[in-house]
């Protein structure tokens, strides 16, 4: 029995004995470092960001900052899919450990171990040796919960803002909050419930776009004040000097022009009035010159990039300069607009010959006294101003420099030279409930191409058209017409942008850029379509009700569906014959 005690008692000093001598070891301290870089692509090669790297030695997560095993991680993916990140350890750990990487992002599945090559780059300036692993995965959508999520916040936007449940505002409002709310909440616990994060959804919004509509909002609101615009329309009757086709042709062809520089809402703002006016004096509706205007709104506006606001989201998402909007989409306007003006023969003629204008030079002499130039300084200065900006428009692409710093510019530059009222300009001038609008929505299509919703929609297309792009083109353009003519064509544009760049991308010979105007062509010429497809539309019809003068949503359609589907089959034969 003693000698049982005396075996255990000699054992448990050995054991404390080796164990004292480990504690007493000093870790060796990192003499290398290792340097892992690399990507991480969707199945189409698109770059995912937001992507958590876990590093992995021997099969088993590596700890880099003594938190435990799995509790760091150790980088995450940038916009661009690119990560990079070094990790200090021996030199013997890094060349005969089994290094790998396991890749986690909420929407996709988890990456298998991706297993690591280490390369020897030797020695830096500091005696430390450097390896290099460099490695590019692919990951694969998963259709989980926040893809869902996502799914039934989206469609209940589009149906709020469709049928007119709420204001549009509202419900990208709603919407937006509701995303962020879920992922801070039940999200911080279960991972699976995360949509979009507050950084993403700031990274989601197109700035370019919010400060460009904020910047042209400011200039022509100072520009207003000069009253350039009406006296535009009193020229307009001027040159008809009493032909009243003549008349409604040039009134089209000022608004088109003007709408293809400034905003078209606000073009429709400035001469509905003034155009309601002259057709009162003439004996004829308004809407005999009222709607071929809208319609030429929508037409001129689509010409440029700054013209229609589906337009300004295409430029800023894709990269497409003012000079490549106007080579490649002012063409086709103008075969349009030459459609239209015939159109308006064939439609209105009788309005045309039952107009009375018994006296051409007194009407003349009164539409002078009333709509004449209030502020010629003001028109000097901002006539200036504005050509200033629409030439840094036209080579803001040689500057690399966005379209928004030109219109921010102007803006100041306009305000300060005229000496406004920059807390009036403000607080009336700047459509803010359109702005706050737009930044919902970037945000409620952000959390859809977040989750993967959008790249579904674009496999879908890429299915159908069978690798064939003319029918990629036909598909964008009359899908984007249709749509956008029942409901909004801003929130259409803002969900089809990232899967035109997809398109664009994984098909053959669209390099050229043609989905990206077969896009612009159906988004804005489809608002045509019907009372609620485009901005101007709800605006002017809007104005003339208040002033007595209603148009029904069926009568819309019946006067402005054809001259619509007139215009989508001339850019169909344009994109056709040109790409």
Request: hydrophobic content about 55%; glycine content about 8%; charged content about 15%.
């Amino acid at each position: 029995m003693k000698r049982n005690s005396l075996v255990l008692i000699l054992s448990i000093i050995a054991v404390l004995l080796a164990a004292g001598m480990c504690w007493g070891e000093k870790p060796s301290a990192p003499n290398a470092v290792l340097v892992i870089q690399g990507k991480v692509l969707d199945p189409s090669g698109n770059a995912i960001g937001d992507a958590t790297i876990m590093p992995y030695l021997n099969g088993r997560p590596h700890i880099t900052n003594g938190h435990g095993a799995g509790a760091d991680k150790l980088a995450t993916t940038g916009r661009n899919g690119l990560f990079s990140t070094e990790i200090p350890a021996s030199a013997e750990a890094i060349k005969n450990g089994k290094w790998a990487l396991k890749i986690t992002r909420p929407s996709f599945k988890p990456s298998q171990l991706v297993p690591l090559k280490v390369f020897d780059e030797g020695a830096d300036e500091k005696g430390t040796t450097r390896y290099v692993s460099s490695v590019t995965v692919p990951m694969q959508r998963f259709q989980g919960t926040a893809f869902w999520i996502a799914l039934v916040i989206f469609i209940l936007v589009y149906v709020l803002i469709a049928f007119e449940v709420l204001h549009r505002t509202l419900a990208a409002f709603l919407g937006a909050a509701v995303l962020l709310l879920i992922t801070h909440t039940i999200g911080h616990f279960d991972e699976s419930f995360n949509v979009l994060t507050y950084e993403q959804a700031l990274h989601a919004v197109d700035w370019n776009v919010i400060f460009l509509l904020m910047g042209m909002m400011i200039i022509v609101g100072v520009l207003k004040v000069s009253g350039v615009f009406q006296w535009l329309a009193y020229k307009s009757f001027q040159v008809a000097k009493g032909n009243i086709f003549f008349l409604a042709s040039a009134l089209c062809v000022v608004t088109a022009v003007t709408s293809a520089f400034l905003d078209n809402v606000t073009t429709m703002l400035l001469l509905t009035p003034v155009t309601m006016e002259i057709a009162v004096v003439l004996g004829v509706s308004p809407f005999v010159f009222l709607l071929p205007e809208i319609l030429a709104s929508n037409f001129g506006g689509t010409a440029t990039l700054i013209g229609d606001p589906p337009n300004i989201m295409i430029g800023s998402f894709a990269g497409i300069t003012f000079n490549e909007f106007v080579i490649n989409l002012t063409p086709v306007v103008i075969a349009v607009m030459v459609a239209q003006i015939i159109y308006n023969k064939f439609l209105y003629g009788s309005d045309y010959r039952k107009a009375k204008v018994e006296d051409v030079p007194k009407m003349i002499a009164f539409l002078k006294e009333k709509y004449k130039i209030t502020d010629a300084k003001v028109l000097t200065l901002g006539g200036i101003v504005l050509l200033i900006v629409i030439g840094m428009f036209i080579l803001h692409g040689v500057f690399h420099m966005e379209v928004s710093v030109a219109a921010l510019f102007g803006a100041a530059l306009i305000v300060l030279l005229t000496k406004a009222d920059i807390v009036e300009l403000l607080e009336k001038e700047i459509e803010w409930p359109s702005l706050v609008f737009f930044i919902m929505l970037f945000i409620v299509v952000g959390a859809a191409e977040h989750t993967g919703i959008l790249q579904v929609i674009g496999d879908w297309i890429l299915e159908v058209c069978q690798g064939k792009l003319w029918v990629a083109v036909l598909i964008i353009l009359w899908v984007s017409g249709i749509t956008s003519a029942i409901v909004d064509n801003i929130p259409y544009t803002a969900t089809m942008l990232p899967i035109t760049l997809f398109l664009t991308k994984t098909m053959p010979g669209a390099e050229s850029g043609v989905l990206w105007w077969a896009l612009a062509l159906g988004a804005c010429f489809g608002g045509n379509g019907t009372i609620i497809g485009a901005s101007a539309n709800v605006v002017t019809t809007g104005i003339a009700e208040k002033a007595g003068y209603k148009i029904t949503f069926g009568q819309f359609v019946k006067e402005a569906a054809p001259i619509t589907l007139i215009s989508l089959v001339i850019s169909s034969v344009f994109l056709l014959l040109r790409y």
